[in-house]
């Protein structure tokens, strides 16, 4: 009795390994390229910012074409809302409207989720030129920073954001 144990295991391990050659096919092996397009997190601290520039002058007509739609004539809202610009300090009203100007913490957040999410009707279709370019001219229409300032992976970072304390921080030394 003691060698059908060892045969029952032999057995189960070639029916096993016949199971798996004989898979439906579903799927196939995710390359470090294709999991390099999809890793475009931003951290706070602008770890993960990519090569490129921009300013608010480029970033004007870049808004009209494809934000203002959505967002209103320099980003102060359409008939759905969508306010980007202005609004009351969250800390005086906790239903205040939420705006970049208000209520983002890091500039670095405005950039990922610009990046990661528009325009709406074609996520992901911006260059980072493109990119740094919105970011910096929505943040001067929130007069965070001024209207000749370049905003790029070093000076992005670097912009302290009018409720940047506002939050508490999950991660403090990440920042």
Not at 46 to 62: D, H, N, R, V, Y
Request: hydrophobic share 45%; glycine share 10%.
């Amino acid at each position: 009795m003691s060698t059908l144990k060892p045969l029952t295991a032999l057995a189960f391990a070639l029916a096993w390994s016949a199971a798996v050659a004989e898979s439906p096919g579903l799927g196939a092996r995710i390359s470090e390229a294709d999991i390099a397009a999809w890793d475009i997190s931003i951290l706070p601290d602008g770890t993960g910012l990519p090569a490129g520039s921009g300013t608010a002058a480029q970033g004007a007509p870049i808004f009209a074409a494809k934000c203002a739609m959505c967002h209103g004539e320099a980003g102060k809202g359409s008939p759905a809302g969508n306010v980007l610009v202005g609004g009351a300090p969250v800390s005086s009203a906790i239903e205040a409207t939420k705006t970049i100007g208000n209520f983002w913490g890091y500039s670095t957040t405005v950039f990922d989720f610009i990046r990661r999410a528009m325009p709406f009707q074609q996520p992901r279709t911006l260059t980072n030129d493109e990119v740094y370019a919105l970011t910096a001219y929505l943040l001067v229409q929130n007069k965070i920073i001024g209207e000749s300032e370049v905003m790029n992976a070093k000076t992005l970072p670097q912009v302290k954001m009018p409720n940047r304390d506002g939050f508490i921080i999950r991660f403090p030394d990440r920042i």
